[in-house]
């Protein structure tokens, strides 16, 4: 009896210390659609680009609820990826209705000019306010096909956006995007996703054509 009771706690004991092998995490697999596109031209806007077939344009009207104050900011909507790229857009030597902080944590509206230096240093700005969270930001030059010139941002780390940008012939047009997913931030996650719409920001950006 006790020859019994010693074997089934000697295989007791060797269960609950044998080497335990975890598996890696894995992450659902995405069917990613067919790259196609379709022109957004609309002659009320001061711009035109081809975007995806499997986005739509929608009207932007979430930024403070000041969307009919600036009329060319629109979204493109992924919603299969539950993604959005913001779209922004200033007139150079023109004004815009910029949102100023109160000391009680309220908003004021404030009438500013859109200076071309302004507007670059407000997008390093916007980009640089993810630098708590991502462990690298990298910033690369863009000229494109259509003699437009602008600056890619790439963040790395558990951030709201990984992909920002902005386009501009310094004299008339500065246009901004920014990538956003409605999802708590996880690099890993979010990377494949992240990477086949960037393909779909770059075409965006080397499509783009001022009017």
């Not at 009207?61 to 993604?83: A, L, M």
Request: glycine fraction near 4%; proline fraction near 5%; hydrophobic fraction near 35%.
């Amino acid at each position: 009896m006790h020859r019994i009771f010693f074997s089934c706690f000697l295989l007791i004991f060797i269960s609950c210390n044998s080497n335990y092998t975890s598996k890696k995490e894995g992450y659902f697999k995405i069917d990613f659609p067919k790259k196609a596109y379709t022109t957004f031209n609309d002659p009320a806007y001061p711009y035109s680009f081809e975007y995806p077939v499997y986005a739509r344009i929608a009207k932007d009207s979430s930024y403070f609820n000041v969307g009919e104050k600036n009329p060319y900011w629109i979204n493109i909507v992924f919603p299969t990826f539950r993604g959005t790229i913001f779209i922004s857009y200033k007139n150079i030597g023109g004004t815009s209705v910029y949102k100023v902080k109160n000391p009680d944590g309220s908003y004021r509206d404030s009438i500013g000019k859109n200076s071309f230096q302004k507007m670059v240093n407000d997008s390093y700005n916007l980009t640089y306010k993810n630098d708590i969270k991502a462990y690298s930001i990298q910033d690369s030059v863009m000229h494109t096909p259509n003699n437009i010139t602008g600056v890619f941002f790439t963040l790395s780390g558990n951030v709201a956006t990984a992909k920002q940008f902005f386009l501009s012939d310094t004299t008339h047009h500065f246009l901004r995007g920014a990538l956003y997913f409605d999802a708590t931030p996880n690099e890993d996650s979010l990377r494949p996703v992240n990477q086949f719409l960037q393909q779909d920001m770059k075409h965006l950006i080397n499509t783009l054509k001022w009017k």
